[in-house]
């Protein structure tokens, strides 16, 4: 139970090295937000603490035109993401829930990069970051590579970074235009209360009305968060009517193992599932240019 | 320390713990320099309360829920129990004590919350005031709904809500519902 | 100064094999490491304590009752030292049967927490005690008026129901917090308590001191709400200050703050008999009182839950009884609406459901059963200032209340109204002194042990002060609490200082106007019976040139300071097998009219409107009396919709603010109002700290009873026993429908 080393590595090679030599008993900090708290709370007693503070360059974010992907470094806080232009423009969706992460003072501090390789089953952003198909890009003692955050994302707390491994970035492909996506969180007590769950719907359709693309994750109601492929190409070329919806809407709450606590019962995860993936694709559909164009017509 | 003889040449500043198993932090707070020892694994809200004796700062509850602790970090509203002292070094943190000017007056934030009295144990006003003060540095003019937002992460347990928002809304600008009404 | 790390028990009811400490006492910086065991051994102290019953172990010794219990305490000059070398502390247990639900505890054949009885307080005497270890009950609480049996012989129907509310936390902001100094012979403690003078005597019978080297400074606290009345960190570190030899501090933790006293949780059987038209003519019910594991104040509580559970309605034949239940979960204490918020509940919610059943419009059943002047309460006592109806019919148009109102639907949203009615008492006998010193430049001191924890007591005392002195506010300082120095008060609970304390400070200030008018009498040679006292100015009647400031006379008659002192004493009790006699010396009255919308699709419930109505006497402070009730509505919407101290097998599961939840300003209503009804000429001025909160939650739940026909029995109203509730309606109105075919076919057949 001694005091861990604090280090202040100036490059991510200086952050992978050192995470290294401590052979999985370091920590990495970022906004510091869970570490504080598991430190405190004794969950964790880390021999080194390896702040990322002087890393220069994972504060970035921008747009690469080539790939198509929107490239938000890890150490963005969510506040500065969620009200970031480019964030805004090309990730409306990822921004919506990083903006109801926790409370004001946890956004200012929290990352984006934190949020991935802590894996709280309970955040809001990895719900979107899985339905926007997103990956991560890590640098460890091999070198970088990028990891779908499908694959990223294992369990409790779980992922499928190496210990010395540092998540450096995330990239998120942009929407197509006339896209429509809506998060919605759903808290069964406080407002302030950790998700019971949260979905993120993607929604594009085709000229004809139907569904020409269609991606769900539902977060916080199990280990990692859900998403059933399976399930969103079947729909792809249908009509999203209410029925399909309910159809859809049921799947994922037949296939979810739902956590069970004092936010809700594995019944009660599982019946909301069912209600709020059906609403949060209504609210998508809402805002995706089919809509946008109808309404239009209607003026 | 065997770990050590495994470190790269230069791990960039590296902070290791002396035999209490403290580290040095220099931070600038409300507006003069300190230099503390802390413990690498100590909070913000700690050293700022058991060393620097500034108790403006409250703990609540210790896991960001309830703001009593907030701070003034390098400007924006943080949970001195979700910080770590640690990191903290060269940054500037200003406490509700240092909201006054250097003759003494209050700011026109705390000046709102004595006049609507704002409070009733008080214990959780300074971080109502530091969020509401870290809001109107970027927004000078905030709505009902920034302030709503910059106030979540805050508990009033002995609920003066109602009397914290008129407070916030007249400092704001906005139209105080209460005086209208 | 040292700090105190506590090691607690990990068992819910266990003994205590070993408790090894040899490596937190060998952690660099570990100052002392002290166990039950410890204390016992040294002789010169007691043990035990507790307001009521010695019951409670400052540290465990040889048996822990609940999973949190002190069991050692670690001592070091850096609070993270001791938190480390606690950590070291290892305590093997041999576990015993336990039991948590306090129906089950009563009369439990397998789980006894107390096989040998334990002593009472001998100080401690306006409560007679029915205790019965054997059954694990630490008192019950008995009120019969009339024959219940006859009342429901002649009833037309009869309801019978069971309600249950969940323990839960008061969460004042800031925790327990104490230092205690035990050097020379002497004890000082600056202590975060409502109680002071209670805690003084129980750390005098502690350490064997006399009361007068037992002194206890209470600064402001941040916020009590009950939790912080009676002793509970005080001994522990009185106790170790004399073990060490050195001031130490000992300030809970958030988790530790929600298993040291807790809101009983509470189970009661409620039967109910009315005519067709309306009236109610029997009632008898039964309630579990969880206590956890220590008496504290749960003796007294049964006896406001006996009374507490007749409602505020003339009922001529009522049975109620209340246990008071010993269990393995943390202690239950004080909490603000003393047992009175779970009676309500259960009486509240039931009318509704009668009402319902006769037909009879929510707000028509409560007129037609309200107490009126001249009736008699269940306690036997003729009860006279009542607004209950004054109250209603307000609070019923404030809400807009119509009989034929349709739910509002607006897709998965439903909305509608709901109300409730409460009576609660306050603690009588009841004792409060007070001193008020007129200085030489006509300021006040206002010397009180009243405790300011953010309810506004010093504001609002100094307004009745500077009233009755007629001076400005500004003028008057109060005190904070220093028992060397401010006279006795009984306590800081049932919101009885401003009744209480505000009589003694009147009579103090009358006192010193009198000792004025004498000397003001000798400085202008007339007779004191020709002076008048207006505006803070002494002068000869009808002369308003000659007068003289209140200063003015201290300074010119080079007294110093004129003294004034004051005492209420206010006398009554109940008799703890019938409940007759005098259980309050004043009623509080309070209604309570909700507007909410539920999503039916999920269960989850939003108070849109809220508004209360409170019989308030006189108001002393009206921002303080605003406060009051805003509190009452957090703590109200928290317990009705989101607060719970969930426990499986002993073990806390909501114990940190991320976990337990409490009222966020979003979860406030955007919209709530209270009125304070006054009546001047009444003279009295009421307590606002609990009355406006018992109504809120039933008020809630008979909202969301009109909106969905889904009637919650167990708080809080969750969004998932909503949604249960919906389901099962819609289930038991379809097979209803199933039914109405099948007989219909049959009837064509």
Known sequence: MSTPAFFFPRSVAEAVDVMDSYDGAAKLVAGGTALTLMVQQRLVSPQALVSLRDVPGLGEVLVDEDSGLLRIGALVTHAAAARHPLVRRHAPLLADSLAVVGNAQVRSAATVGGVLAEADYASDPPATLRALDAEVAAHGLAGERTIGVGELLLGFYQTALAPAEVVTEVRVPVLPAGTGSAYLKYTSRSHEDRPCVGVAAIVGLADDGSCADLRVAVGAACDAPLRLGDVEQQIRGRRLDGATLSEFADAYADRIDPVSDVRGSAWYRREMVRVWVRRAIEQALLRSGAHEHSKERAQ | ?181 | MLHCRLVRSTAAHAEITAVRTGDAAAWPGAVAVVTGADLAARGDMAVLFGPVLLDQPVLAIDVVRYIGEPVAAVLAEDPAVADEAAALVEVDYAHLPAVFDAEEAFGSDTARLFPEPPERDPSFVDVTLRADHERNVCNTFTVVKGDVEAGFAAADLVFDDVFDSPAAGAVPLETHAVVADARGDRLTVWSSTQTPYITRRQLALLLGLPLNRVRVIVPALGGGFGAKAYASVEPIAAALSRVVGAPVRLHLTREEEFVTSTKHAMRVRIRTGVMRDGRIVAREATAYYNAGAYAVISPRKVMFGAYGLNGPYAIPHVRTEAHAVLTNTPPAGAYRGFAINQCAWAYEGQLDMIAERLGIDPVEIRRINLLRDGDTFCTGETLDHLRFHDLLDAAAERIGWDPDEPVHRDGDLVRAKGISCVIEGTITPSTSTATVRLGPDGSVDVLTSSVEMGQGIRPALAAGVARHLGIDPALVGVSYVDTDLTPYDQQTTASRSMYSMGGAMGRAADDALHKIRELAADLLEVDPADLEIVDGQVRVAGVEQQSLSLGEVVRRSQVGNVIGEGTLVTSGGLDPFTGQGVGSVHWHQSVGAAEIEVDTATGHVRVLRYTGGVFAGEVVDPVGAEHQCEGCLVFGVGNALMEELVFDQGQLVTGTLADYMVPTLEDMPRHHEFELMEDPEHGEVHGLGEPALPPIAPAISNALYRATGVRIRSLPISAEKVLRGLRERRESEQAAGQVDEVTSVGAQG
């Open chain 2, 1 to 181: 320390m065997s770990e050590l003889q495994e470190l790269p040449d230069d791990p960039g500043a590296v902070k290791l713990p002396d035999a209490d198993g403290r580290v040095p932090v220099r931070i600038d707070v409300n507006g003069r320099a300190r230099t503390l020892r802390v413990r690498t694994t100590q909070t913000l809200l700690d050293a700022l309360r058991e060393q620097l004796r500034l108790q403006g700062a409250r703990s609540g509850c210790g896991v960001g829920m309830c703001g009593a602790c907030t701070v003034l970090l390098d400007g924006r509203a943080a949970s001195g129990c979700l910080t770590l002292a640690a990191v903290c070094d060269g940054t500037d943190v200003r406490t509700v004590e240092g909201l006054e000017d250097p003759s003494g007056e209050l700011s026109r934030v705390q000046e709102a919350f004595l006049r609507h009295r704002a409070f009733q144990c008080s214990y959780c006003t300074p971080g109502f005031v530091l969020a509401l003060e870290a809001l109107l540095a970027v927004d000078p003019s905030p709505d009902e709904a920034a302030i709503r937002e910059a106030f979540s992460g805050h508990i009033c347990r002995c609920g003066s809500y109602s009397r914290i928002m008129a407070a916030a809304l007249e400092v704001a600008g906005a139209t105080d519902r209460r005086e209208q009404a």
